[in-house]
């Protein structure tokens, strides 16, 4: 049996499932029938779990009888919450000081009031700061366009109006919604925000946001350099897939790709993308192109244009700094734009505001990456009538008891197993992608950066009709061979996989790559159609 391991780099249908896990241990979006949160319990959208124990409603009411303004001592306003940033010296991290909206825009002689949001979110709203979170920054781009979604990751209902503070955000981590709370001292340098800044001065839904991913994450230098997946999954709890550009359009798939992304939009998907570094280190270097190496964007639309009687593909990107854009092919200064029809030419706006249309097969060349999350998996086949169910499962490996490594060692019958009943399936639709399954390695601690992450990987086995039920042991192993000779393992937080599978039952089981690895996941389960997962 095979097994690789991939680093991490920047860079018919089916009408009856039935999943059971058999582990050692206990352990929206219309189409989705999420099943762990039927009941609302805690941690669902509308109940969300409270991060560090605090309850927003009841932090603002005690502060606001008392008079105060709340200050957030678990995660206070210091150097522990700011990290050691990498581009900034010891000396002028001494010189940060903290400190709240309104002081903020009087130390800036802005004689306006603070704003939470005004006119509603929006992509132009902000520009990337000192912090290196563009990944984050892009996220925050796409999501500007999922008016439910940012909804839900940002209480529109907050203001500074019966102010007392404090702020709170939602995020997706790790199977559960998190409500956030932090207080709104923000940290500024030289009478500046440190970080991302608002582009309208007063408005600061965008800061407030930027600090309560950082709580989660740990300080803001655990924000410093990221995946925009990872964050795209954390403001939905949905499915992403990435696309390595290159490979695509050298293996002539540009067209596969383009369908990718068209569904992308269709199915109101989260789309980011990022250039590769330039030679050793993670610095961003301007092009000749205009383009930021090592840096993520959001792709915000696309389009066709006639151009002399051919349809021309084109990406709408966006760079989270707010300026500096792509100035060749159908960038907006471009000559080729005055040779297509007037209704073509209106989506071309020729402003410095870091946003800009390349051609499909330059964006391809010049980026690496392409990214696209949905609450959904319907982006990935575009069948977007399509609704799925998935169960969310919490497992656990443990040392010398459910951590039995990759398929090679003796111990792996020990890894905790879900079995699925595959029922039916339409042959109309041979190959049909009726499955996806995701899983994620939570980290050992609470911090994305301080923590130590083991490959991880999926091993699927078809289960002989007859084979008793419960736990499969060592012998059941021996004698049966996985669905994929070749095992991948892979150090990034989340692995994600389809399948295509005919009916009967099947098994499956992560693992670590070696074992005696201690370690917390979750196991996701989607199912197309009309499914029953127990």
Same mark, same amino acid.
């Not at 990290?83 to 709240?100: F, Y």
């Not at 300080?219 to 403001?235: I, Q, R, T, V, W």
């Not at 800009?356 to 069948?383: A, K, Q, R, T």
């Given at each position: 049996?095979?097994?690789?391991?991939?680093?991490?780099?920047?860079?018919?249908?089916?009408q009856?499932?039935?999943?059971?896990?058999?582990?050692?241990?206990?352990?929206?979006?219309?189409?989705?029938?999420?099943l762990?949160?039927?009941?609302?319990?805690?941690?669902?959208?509308?109940?969300?779990?409270?991060?560090?124990?605090?309850?927003?409603?009841?932090?603002?009411d005690?502060?606001?009888?008392? !008079?105060?303004?709340?200050?957030?001592n678990?995660?206070?306003?210091?150097? #522990?919450?700011?990290?050691?940033?990498?581009?900034?010296?010891?000396?002028?991290?001494?010189?940060?000081?903290?400190?709240?909206?309104?002081?903020?825009?009087? =130390?800036?002689?802005?004689?306006?009031?603070?704003?939470?949001?005004?006119?509603?979110?929006?992509?132009?709203?902000?520009?990337?700061g000192?912090?290196?979170?563009?990944?984050?920054?892009a996220?925050?781009?796409s999501?500007?366009f999922?008016?439910?979604?940012?909804?839900?990751?940002?209480?529109?209902?907050?203001?500074?109006?019966?102010?007392?503070?404090?702020?709170?955000?939602?995020?997706?981590?790790f199977g559960?919604?998190?409500?956030? =709370?932090?207080?709104?001292?923000?940290?500024?340098?030289?009478?500046?925000?440190?970080?991302?800044?608002?582009?309208?001065?007063?408005?600061?839904?965008?800061?407030?946001?930027?600090?309560?991913?950082?709580?989660?994450?740990?300080?803001?230098?655990?924000?410093?350099?990221?995946?925009?997946?990872?964050?795209?999954?954390?403001?939905s !709890?949905?499915?992403?897939?990435?696309?390595?550009?290159?490979?695509?359009?050298?293996?002539?798939?540009?067209?596969?790709?383009?369908?990718?992304?068209?569904?992308?939009?269709?199915?109101?998907?989260?789309?980011?993308?990022?250039?590769?570094?330039? !030679?050793?280190?993670?610095?961003?270097?301007?092009?000749h192109?205009g383009?930021?190496?090592?840096?993520?964007y959001?792709? #915000?639309?696309?389009?066709?244009?006639?151009?002399?009687?051919?349809?021309?593909?084109?990406?709408?990107?966006?760079?989270?700094?707010?300026? #500096?854009?792509?100035?060749?092919?159908?960038?907006?200064?471009?000559?080729?734009w005055?040779?297509?029809?007037?209704?073509d030419?209106?989506?071309?706006?020729?402003?410095?505001?870091g946003?800009?249309?390349?051609?499909?097969?330059d964006?391809?060349?010049?980026?690496?990456?392409?990214?696209?999350?949905?609450?959904?998996?319907?982006?990935?086949?575009?069948?977007?009538s399509?609704?799925?169910?998935?169960?969310?499962y919490?497992?656990?490996?443990?040392?010398?008891?459910?951590?039995?490594?990759n398929?090679?060692?003796?111990?792996?019958?020990?890894?905790?197993?879900?079995?699925?009943?595959?029922?039916?399936?339409?042959?109309?639709?041979?190959?049909?992608?009726?499955?996806?399954?995701?899983?994620m390695?939570?980290?050992?601690?609470?911090?994305?950066?301080?923590?130590?992450?083991?490959?991880?990987?999926?091993?699927?086995?078809?289960?002989?009709?007859?084979?008793?039920?419960?736990?499969?042991?060592?012998?059941?192993?021996?004698?049966?061979?996985?669905?994929?000779?070749s095992?991948?393992?892979?150090?990034?937080?989340?692995?994600?996989e389809?399948h295509?599978?005919?009916?009967?039952?099947?098994?499956?089981?992560p693992?670590?790559?070696?074992?005696?690895?201690?370690?917390?996941?979750?196991?996701?389960?989607?199912?197309?159609?009309?499914?029953?997962? #127990?």
């Amino acid at each position: 049996m095979n097994t690789d391991i991939q680093s991490k780099t920047r860079s018919g249908r089916m009408q009856g499932v039935c999943l059971n896990a058999l582990v050692n241990m206990p352990g929206t979006c219309t189409s989705i029938i999420n099943l762990r949160y039927q009941d609302g319990s805690e941690g669902s959208p509308s109940n969300p779990a409270k991060f560090n124990y605090q309850d927003y409603a009841q932090l603002k009411d005690n502060y606001l009888r008392r !008079g105060k303004l709340f200050v957030d001592n678990t995660f206070p306003p210091n150097e #522990t919450s700011l990290g050691d940033l990498p581009d900034l010296p010891s000396w002028k991290e001494k010189q940060v000081e903290w400190l709240r909206p309104a002081d903020i825009l009087k =130390v800036q002689n802005n004689d306006n009031e603070p704003s939470f949001c005004t006119k509603g979110a929006s992509r132009f709203d902000f520009g990337q700061g000192s912090v290196g979170n563009c990944w984050f920054l892009a996220a925050i781009s796409s999501l500007t366009f999922q008016k439910g979604l940012m909804v839900q990751v940002v209480p529109m209902d907050q203001s500074f109006s019966n102010y007392a503070g404090i702020f709170h955000f939602r995020f997706w981590r790790f199977g559960k919604w998190m409500d956030v =709370v932090i207080d709104d001292l923000l940290p500024t340098l030289n009478k500046r925000l440190l970080s991302v800044h608002s582009k309208g001065g007063n408005e600061f839904w965008v800061p407030l946001l930027e600090k309560a991913y950082a709580k989660v994450c740990g300080s803001y230098a655990d924000m410093n350099a990221g995946l925009p997946s990872e964050a795209c999954k954390d403001f939905s !709890g949905g499915v992403h897939m990435t696309y390595q550009l290159r490979e695509a359009h050298s293996a002539g798939h540009d067209e596969e790709l383009w369908l990718s992304l068209s569904r992308a939009t269709g199915c109101k998907s989260m789309v980011c993308c990022g250039t590769a570094q330039k !030679g050793d280190k993670l610095v961003n270097t301007v092009a000749h192109t205009g383009l930021v190496d090592a840096h993520a964007y959001s792709v #915000t639309a696309v389009t066709e244009v006639e151009y002399y009687g051919s349809k021309v593909k084109l990406v709408r990107v966006m760079n989270p700094w707010g300026h #500096t854009e792509w100035n060749q092919k159908w960038s907006d200064k471009s000559d080729l734009w005055q040779r297509v029809s007037p209704e073509d030419r209106e989506k071309c706006f020729d402003r410095n505001d870091g946003e800009f249309w390349m051609e499909l097969e330059d964006f391809c060349h010049y980026f690496v990456m392409l990214s696209i999350c949905c609450e959904n998996p319907n982006f990935i086949d575009g069948d977007l009538s399509c609704q799925w169910k998935c169960m969310i499962y919490d497992g656990s490996w443990v040392a010398g008891r459910s951590a039995g490594g990759n398929v090679n060692e003796n111990t792996f019958a020990t890894n905790p197993q879900y079995r699925i009943q595959v029922a039916i399936i339409d042959e109309q639709e041979q190959g049909d992608k009726n499955v996806l399954l995701s899983l994620m390695q939570k980290p050992q601690q609470q911090y994305r950066k301080k923590t130590r992450s083991f490959p991880i990987g999926l091993t699927i086995y078809q289960v002989p009709a007859g084979t008793p039920k419960g736990r499969l042991g060592s012998s059941f192993f021996r004698r049966n061979r996985p669905m994929k000779q070749s095992q991948a393992y892979t150090y990034e937080r989340d692995l994600i996989e389809q399948h295509s599978l005919q009916p009967g039952e099947y098994v499956i089981i992560p693992s670590t790559m070696r074992p005696y690895m201690t370690a917390d996941f979750v196991l996701t389960v989607f199912t197309k159609a009309d499914a029953k997962i #127990t």
